[in-house]
């Protein structure tokens, strides 16, 4: 299956289509909209409005509402038809693939999730195993929940590593040691729905232009830290992938030119050498076996739910010297990193997901200090730093925004 229209389950025509995806885009970002001002943003002919959104209203995707608006001056209010989304009459389905796990999630219009399910993969499973167990999830996510599959819009798939989106596939996940798997073939070959795949970070990116903090923001940069560190940037709502697929790769920035660590790309010295949660683990460890009698080693030992990540950030928030050395030093390289960023980018906005936001108490502080000192000429001065609007929602959620964006609100890629 092609990334056709299905928006309305027929054949129709681009031109149309286009148009169609307009409104519908106008209607995400303002809200409420009337005729008269879809036809005037548009420029399209009040006829042509008319049409279009009686097909809309007819498919159950908009309503129209009356309301009164009173002007000032006028004691008399004035009835005006403004239209809205129905953010329930159709669904997108996101897909986060993370290392060793998977997250689906059924979302609404506005990528708010209905359902979701997370699943645990180990490395020795084959991709195709993956993808055949991400299909079981899907399906069994649409039948318990009664959801017509004919009005699930697509599936968006947000993939680690090089992706290709245009082929849909992903070119090199160097964790999960895949090369070249056509994930969205493999997908639409067993699901009758159209699915498209990206970087999972971009996908993330694009989730914040479109339904948080990023909205109507011209030029954005997410930087991600986890397992890995990536960026993913949007230009005027659309997401920017480089020639190559590679645009954002800032994980793999040498930071350490000489003796640095071995990265998992095979460098030495990168960003995410540094400033990965491994790496931090790992550090967290060894000076807990220094200081075997500091906090750290304490809330290393403890047996609890907390997750490792959690109990470093934890340590440093209850005073251990150590550790908050240790993510100070860190936090000054994500500083100059997302100076480098402001340097060739000069974004608006940066948001910190992942680990960043998680500790983003302890982190964004620094790393702010240092963006600012260090950015050229003034322009790490104006640009916002901010945290995720999703939490560990951002995968799934950035995966749903793509499905909505490839199929439902954008027609053609600009940049
Ligand atoms: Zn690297």
Redesign the pocket.
Known sequence: MSQSNNLLGSNINLVKSHNLRAILLSLLHDGQVSRVELAEKLSLSSTTITNLTAELLDQGIIVEEHIEITEKRRSVGRPRRMLQLVPSARFAIGVHIGVGLFRVAVTNLFAEILFSKIENFDFSTSPEEVIAAIIGVIEHLLKENNIDRERVIGVGVGASGLVNYKKGINVLAPRLGWENVPIQHLMEVHLDLPVCVDNNVRAMALAEALFGVGRGVGILAFVYGRIGVGSGIVVNGHVFRGSGAGAGEI??TTIIPRGGDT?????TG?L??LLSEPIWIREAENLAEEYPNSLIAAYLNENDERSTIEKIFAAARNGDEHIQQFIEDRSCYLGIALANLVNVLNPELIILGGMFAQGSDLIAPIAEAKMREAAFAGLGQTVQLETTSFGWRAGITGAAALALTTFFYQQTETI
């Open positions: 994980g793999h990265c998992t790309c095979g460098n990168c995410e050498t």
